[in-house]
């Protein structure tokens, strides 16, 4: 760890850290900030300071070696840290020389100037591993601060407040890669246990209850099962689609080349799956052959997460990549082979406003309200149809506009000229504390236009849908009542889907990968094994969420509903087990293979 200067007492009730920069005017104004905090504070508070010169910038880099310079040799740290602090920002050629002139420091010493160059080296170091990617950056009791600079917003985390509490544990389990698996998981756990509790005829007719709006003699109403999967459900398809827009046009599908291997893989984890489906199951229940074809998102990417560095980042983005072309299949089949008898009139008026929706995106209307308001009438409107009312979610996020990317420098310079208008004015007004209206809108049309609205809707959206929805659809679907007799009831049933899923999900993806590197549509990257994108075909076998939707819409006799339920349990558990004792075993055989080739080389240099 770097060496830190600190004022303040080891056992004050919280310390503060601070990675800044003396040419810095942000740091400068926190600068007054941490003064006015040690004011209130007191010996409760233990204030650290660590460099984090600006990148490129030689004064500041020369301003942090000249304050550990002042401690090597005289021990005035922190009246030089002061001095620098208070100069304003832009330090002029000389005026480091003439600030040692003023303190009458020897600046003579190159042994105390060595000494300086390696604690500010360490410094930026470790500011660069503990993500201080600006200054400055500030860290409370060892956790890094990403709330507002002020004097109130530092204060109430620093003093640990409910809400602070709250919130920062949220983001940290937020964070966390296998979060979103979790949540399902207990969420799922839950719900075998109580619909296998004494509660459980409760628990099952809670799903059942009618829930709707009335309006005179108008009403609609829908069991509470049926909001969930079928209306807010719309929510995590409209996260997919968000997804699959951004991956076919900026991300790892946007070009042919960096998509082939992971739509292929995705194409024969699907055919496959569906051929051993129908070839096992009976006729009559063929109607299920799309459940072992999809892949739980949240379950794969939250194993792959937990086995950490034995995964190489190009299969995470392969297997990512792969799910995503998934998930747009599994759209594709629930709107084609799922839907009700087609309602013409409501059809139309789908069509209307979608077209409504692509006016709005070629005529450059960038707000959300519009197309929130469509969006809940175009879902209306499927629902009334007879389609799958979740679509809403996918045709919204294809016309959810994009933009080209911002010219960040452009609108920089704009939010500096209206903030530093404010500091110019500020003694100018009375009985006002903050920036002034039209100051207000300017800097809310800058923030605006810095993230493209789809992406804005997408990070909006997301934590609903993983932290929200994802669980309450688990909850409601993942009951199953315990029983021998749904196994042995419907052993065809059981057995395609966890044949399909289980044994299909990876073959089919191994054979269709390799197919495509041999015709040479593809290129396999030697970062990962065939041994080890076998076993992320494994993890695809994670049905779970969307084969639950599936199954519930495939099958109407809850018998066949429950078995389907009992076997995605049961190849989702099997799938995840396989995919990680492959993947674990790929990256042991990996390490062998690496040593010996050391070995080798050793003895041929040796020889």
């Not at 949540?183 to 207990?186: D, G, K």
């Not at 989702?572 to 995919?579: N, P």
């Given at each position: 760890?770097a ?5 303040g007492?080891d056992?004050?009730?919280f ?5 800044g920069?003396?040419?810095?005017p942000?740091?400068?104004s926190?600068?007054?900030v941490v003064?006015?905090?040690?004011d209130?504070?007191?010996e409760?508070m ?13 004064q500041?880099?020369?301003a942090?070696?000249?304050?550990e310079?002042?401690?090597e040799?005289?021990?005035?740290f ?6 620098l602090?208070?100069?304003g ?37 470790e500011?660069?591993?503990?993500g201080a ?8 009791n ?8 002020d004097e ?10 409910l809400?602070?509490?709250?919130q920062?544990?949220?983001l940290?389990f937020?964070?966390w ?5 979790l949540?399902?998981?207990?969420m799922?756990?839950?719900a075998?246990?109580?619909v296998?509790?004494?509660?459980g005829?409760r628990f ?6 009618p ?5 005179g003699g ?13 209306g ?6 409209l996260?997919?689609g968000?997804?699959i ?5 900026v991300?790892?599908?946007a070009?042919?080349?960096l998509a ?5 893989a ?11 489906y129908?070839?096992v199951?009976?006729a ?9 074809t999809t ?9 792959i997460a ?16 792969a ?7 599994a ?15 409501y059809a139309?008026a789908?069509g209307a ?8 995106n070629?005529g450059g209307?960038?707000?959300?309200l ?12 499927l629902?009334?149809?007879g ?8 045709l919204?996020a294809v016309?959810?506009?994009?933009r080209?990317?911002?010219?960040l420098n ?7 000229a209206?903030l530093?208008h404010?500091r110019?004015?500020a003694?100018?007004h ?6 002034s209206?039209?100051?207000l ?5 800058i923030?605006?236009?810095?993230e ?17 929805v994802?669980?309450?659809?688990a909850?409601?679907?993942?009951g199953?009542v315990?029983?021998?007799d749904?196994?042995?009831g ?15 999900k ?5 054979l ?5 590197v041999r015709?040479?549509?593809?290129v ?8 080890q994108?076998?076993g ?6 994670i049905?779970f969420?969307?084969s639950?939707y599936?199954?519930?819409k ?17 190849a ?8 990680a004792a492959l ?10 293979d690496?040593g ?5 080389a050793?003895?041929e240099?040796?020889?």
């Open positions: 760890m060496r830190e200067h600190a004022l007492s056992t004050a009730d310390t503060l850290l601070e990675y920069s003396y040419d810095c942000f740091c400068q926190a600068h007054a003064a006015s905090l040690r209130r504070f007191g409760r233990r204030y650290a300071f660590r460099h984090r010169p600006i990148t490129g910038d030689d500041a880099l020369r942090a070696e000249l304050a310079y002042a401690h040799t005289a021990d005035r922190w009246e030089v840290h002061d001095r602090m208070k100069r920002a832009g330090l002029a050629e000389g005026e480091l020389e003439r600030l040692a002139r003023e303190l009458g420091l020897d600046t003579g010493d190159q042994a105390a100037w060595e000494r300086a160059r390696a604690t500010v080296r360490a410094d930026r170091e500011a660069q591993r503990r990617a600006y200054a400055p950056t500030f860290f409370i060892g956790r890094r601060y990403e709330g507002a600079w109130a917003s530092l204060a109430e985390a620093a003093l640990g407040s809400g602070h509490r709250v920062a544990a949220a940290d937020a964070r890669a296998p979060s979103t698996g949540a399902l998981l207990v799922t756990l839950l075998l246990a109580a296998n509790s004494p509660l005829a099952a007719a809670l799903w059942e209850l829930v709707g709006l009335t309006a108008l009403a609609f109403f829908l069991p509470l099962r049926e909001w969930i999967n079928d807010l459900l719309s929510l995590f398809f996260v997919v968000l997804e827009k951004r991956e076919f046009t991300g790892r599908l070009t042919p080349r082939a291997l992971p739509v292929a995705a194409l024969g984890g699907m055919l496959l799956p569906a051929a051993i129908l070839a199951a009976p009559p229940l063929a109607a299920g052959w799309a459940i072992p892949t739980d998102t949240a379950f794969a990417v939250a194993l937990l086995l950490g560095r034995r995964v190489p980042v190009e299969l995470r983005i392969f297997l990512t990549a799910v995503i072309v998934d998930d747009l299949a759209i594709a089949i629930v709107a084609l082979f799922y839907s009700q008898e087609l309602n013409i009139a139309a789908a406003v979608c077209a409504a929706l692509a006016l709005l070629r209307v960038y707000r959300a519009p197309y929130a308001l469509l969006g809940l009438v175009l879902w209306a409107c629902h009334g149809a389609l799958h009312a979740t679509l809403a979610g996918v919204l016309f959810t506009p994009t080209p990317p911002p010219n452009a609108l920089m310079a704009q939010a500096e209206v530093d404010e110019r004015h003694g100018e009375v009985m006002r504390h903050g920036p209206e039209p100051s809108r300017a800097l809310d049309a923030h605006d236009r810095i493209s609205p789809a992406d804005k809707l997408l990070r909006s959206v997301e934590p609903w849908s993983s932290y929200l994802l669980p309450l659809f909850l409601a679907n993942a199953l315990l029983s021998a749904i196994f042995f419907n052993p065809p049933l059981v057995l395609a889907i966890a044949l399909g899923l289980v044994l299909g990876p073959a089919g993806m191994l269709f990968a390799a197919a495509a015709l040479r549509l593809a396999k990257p030697a970062a990962y094994s065939w041994r994108l076998g992320a075909g494994a993890l695809a076998g049905g969420t969307m639950l599936i199954a519930a495939a099958f109407a006799d809850p018998a066949h509903f429950a078995a389907a339920q009992l076997a995605v349990f049961l989702s558990l099997l799938a995840g087990g396989l995919g993947l674990a075993s790929a990256a042991q055989v990996d390490q062998r690496a010996r080739h050391e070995e080798r050793g003895g240099v040796r020889g």
